[in-house]
């Protein structure tokens, strides 16, 4: 499930050092697990288009633009530049404290569209925080990404018990022929 490394040891310090001076400030979802929506053009009429049912604040200002690279490399790694913004969640820095963790859940689809974020791994905490994917432990490590079918598989996050967990999480709505043309094909 690891589909390899996605940025600079430069870049994972700059967004690593950018969300420890910003932690206070970062939206407090679920007791220790903290959110920082963003997406890259927030005045462009194309991106307003996309959002459609926008539930948490979306902040543009003082993020490192690499994050922005970040996203551009796994779109054109991933041949997903047609692929439409997941709109509820969007994209965001996900920070897990001691404590938290992710419950076990699936995330929505939109008819034939499904529900996938592309998640790189900041900070991995030094105890805890492990992730599964259908019931399958990931291998994670810094400067990687993985793919989270999240509208499929069940997903969750063990308890951080030392240390951070920070990830960047890119959602996108992919239709189901592009996610397994395989399967498509022999119908």
Known sequence: ?????????????????????????????VGNRRHHTFIQNADDPQTSRQIVNQTLPVYSDDLPK?????????IEKENIQECMQEPMFQDFIGVILPGGFIHKHK????????????????????????????????DSKERHYVL????????WSTPVEEGMRITISFGFMIPHEQLFPSFTSSL
């Open 107 to 138: 995330d929505f689809n939109i008819d034939n569209l499904i529900h996938c974020r592309y998640n790189v791994f900041l900070e991995l905490p030094i105890k805890g925080g492990e992730t599964y994917y259908d019931g399958n432990l990931i």
């Open 148 to 155: 989270s079918r999240s509208g499929l598989d069940l997903h």
């Open 66 to 74: 690499c994050i922005f690279k970040i996203k551009e490399r796994i």
């Open 1 to 29: 499930m690891d589909r390899g490394s996605i940025m600079s040891e430069e870049e994972r310090l700059e967004l690593v050092n950018w969300v420890k001076l910003n932690l206070d400030s970062l939206l407090v979802i």
